[in-house]
C-alpha cells in the first residue's frame, strides 16, 4: 500500500463512487467488514456529506467493526 494513502483516501473514493456511479434514485445498503464498516459508519456522521446522499441510505449491516 502507498504511504500517501489513508482512511480519508478510501472516504473520498466512497463517496465520489457513490455519487458519481450509483444512480441518484437508488437506496443505498451498505455492508462492510471491518476497514469496509467504519467508512459506511463515516458516511452517516461527518458533516460534509449532503442530505440527498445521506438520506438514500436505507441502512448499514457492519462486521468486525471497531472504532479506535
Do not use: K
Request: net charge neutral.
Amino acid at each position: 500500500s502507498s504511504p500517501n494513502v489513508s482512511v480519508r483516501t478510501w472516504f473520498d473514493d466512497l463517496v465520489s463512487l457513490l455519487r458519481d456511479r450509483i444512480p441518484a434514485d437508488h437506496s443505498l445498503l451498505l455492508i462492510g467488514a471491518s476497514l469496509g464498516g467504519w467508512l459506511a459508519h463515516l458516511l452517516l456522521i461527518r458533516d460534509e456529506i449532503d442530505v440527498q446522499l445521506r438520506s438514500r441510505i436505507r441502512g448499514i449491516l457492519t462486521i468486525g467493526m471497531t472504532i479506535n
